[in-house]
């Protein structure tokens, strides 16, 4: 099972498949080792303020392989049942208790979310800065830990700007992938199903956790994640990263996609008129209105605009 701590958080998020959720619970309940390690990996989230309200842990389970092994003994003593369940309780909470406090008590996670049409600069301890995308939750400690990896956590889309330090590369945990970096640049989106990354300065491991695809990714390189696997493109998708500055910037892209853009940006439903789908608009536009973009694209593609009395603009011309 590779990366058992990503495997059991999106467990524990609710973002494993019936099949995967099935596999990792007969792992747990397999022995009292994995129940063990199972029940530290849910100390940590709970701790970093993840929600774990969906956790039931098999507790007969784990009294029937204790129950299995005191009965492999050779001497036999009666005593109370009671007392048996009071001591593996106590075991597995003194372990957690000292599993906790040597790992992971002084780090517990500050959680920034942003909310609609909001962005937010994060400083982190290392030197490195995130530009946080609307309606995105960010978690990271407030110090790093001399501990192999420099670890955050990404719900959303953010671009990242990495210091750069060879003895602890730099690891963003998403909701289906994982990104690893020593210093470097990129604009990383990170969905459930929707994850892909922009390289714009530096080298970035980027990693499917549904499949375990791995692929190297330099500086000029984006990498999407799909249900059919990761697809690299030797190009930068400028659109995706246009939300930093408040640009638009159209090359040979389809009006129904231009549409998309518009309607996400500007908060508005936007109707094409059948025919019109596959003309191609290439602009850039910067800190202008939407009535003054649809005045562009009236300029340069002949497309007229209506707004009925919904709010809904209508886009009609000459079929392409």
Known sequence: MYDLEEKIQAYLNCHLSDDEKSDLENWANSSEENQLQFAHYKKIYELSEVQTSKFCPNVDHAWKCVEGKLGSKTHSIKIHPFVYKAAAILVLAVGLGFFAANYFLPTSLIVIRTGENELQRVNLSDGSTVILNENSVFKFPREFED?????????????????????????????????????????LKSYKKNSQINVVTGKVIFRDKNNNERVVLKEGYSAKSTSKGTVVRHEIDEQMMTWRYGELDFKSQPLKEVAKVLSKHYKVKIKLKEG????????????????????????IANIESEKDEKGVVNLSGPSC
């Open 147 to 187: 501990s192999g990896y420099r670890k955050v956590y990404l719900f959303g889309q953010g671009f990242f700007e990495i210091a750069k330090d060879d003895n602890q590369p730099f690891k963003i945990v998403g909701s289906s992938t994982t990104t690893e970096v020593l210093g470097t640049s990129f604009d």
């Open 276 to 299: 019109i789908e596959n003309c191609l608009i290439t602009s850039r536009f910067e800190n202008k209105s939407l009535d003054e973009i649809l005045e562009v694209l009236n300029v």
